[in-house]
Every structure is written in structure tokens, then in C-alpha cells.
């Protein structure tokens, strides 16, 4: 049918894609009516998805500056509702330039990794003024050391004096990580499909 709608606009290709299912020319057949195309609600939803899945990768590897043609490491596509299927991920696949797609019928599950841990100066300076260089220190000593995560209060020693900081001093940058360490970008498509991005 589809080669039949075209074969007006796109006499060539029209004619290319008919004769691999007939021996006729698609120019001597009827021009479809609406009768003959059916509506299929089910494959309708999975092109949709498809399409909010590309749109989204491709949004993410732009703000990143990552050209589209790029090849990414891999897509991990978490469809609770079971909408997608097998053959679906090629068209992904394909269009994103993923090296690897996985379908997985369950929400993700990773754990959160603090990634870099970033001095708030302006507030450091208000309150420690003279002694803002080695306040700072002392965070990124306490970021190497693993004791700094998101929305917990620190305690530190500087010149013999104890002090407590708090998320008011510095920003705690966060990032999904596999189970192998690897980090990644979790997108959310809707409330039951998310995608995990590797780069």
C-alpha cells in the first residue's frame, strides 16, 4: 500500500520496492482507497515510542556536544510495560549509532555515585573569609576520601578548630553507575521506560 501512495511523488523507488512483492509495475495498480489501510493501534504506540526514545538519546548526546553520527557504547531500554519488541531495537539501534541495545522488561536499578564535589566560594568566603583556601582543601581531602554525599553534613578540623559543613559550601554532583562502575545516563521516556545511556 505504502508503495502505492508513493508512486506518484516517488515513481522510482515506488517502483523499486513493488517489484520485490510483484512481477507488475506499481503504476498500473489502483491507487489505494481508505478501506484498504488498516489501523494498527499496537504498532502505532511502538513507533511512538521509538521515536521519543531517538529524539531523547539524540537530545542527551547533543547538550553534550557529542555529534549524532558518534557512536555511543550502548543503550539499556527498561519497558515496564512490555510495549516494545526484539525487532524494535534495530530501528534504535540504527538511527542512534549504539554499538550494543539491550531490552529489559523491569525498572532499572543502579546506584547513585558522588562523581565530583564542587566549593560553594561565595559561601565559603562570607563565613571563613582569611581561612577560605584551606576550608577548601579539606573538602576535596574529604571528597578523596569518599566521606562526602549528597545532602549530609561533614565535619572537618581546621587549626585545631572543629567545624560542620553543610551542602551550603559545596555542591555534590551525582551520576548512575552500572554495577561494574561504569557511569551512565538515565533518561526517562515516560513513567514505565526509561533508557540507560553508556558513552
Known sequence: IISRLLAPFAPFISEEIYSNLSRESVHIQ??????EI????????????????????????????????????????YDEDGLLKEEDLLDIEKTINSMETDLY????????????????????????????????????????LGRIEKGKKINIEADGEKIELDDRYYHVKEEYVTAEGTEIKLLSINDKLTVAVLL
Open 30 to 35: 489502483p491507487y489505494p482507497r481508505p478501506e
Open 38 to 77: 488498516v489501523y494498527d493501534s499496537d504498532a502505532y504506540k511502538r513507533g511512538s515510542i521509538i521515536k521519543d526514545v531517538i529524539k531523547e538519546v539524540r537530545r542527551y548526546k547533543s547538550e553534550l556536544g557529542i555529534p549524532l553520527n558518534r557512536a555511543i557504547a550502548g543503550l539499556k531500554i
Open 105 to 144: 522488561r523491569e525498572r532499572p536499578n543502579f546506584d547513585l555515585k558522588v562523581v565530583d564535589v564542587i566549593p560553594n566560594m561565595k559561601s565559603i568566603g562570607q563565613t571563613f573569609k582569611g581561612r577560605s583556601k584551606s576550608i577548601v582543601e579539606l573538602i576535596k581531602k574529604e571528597k578523596e
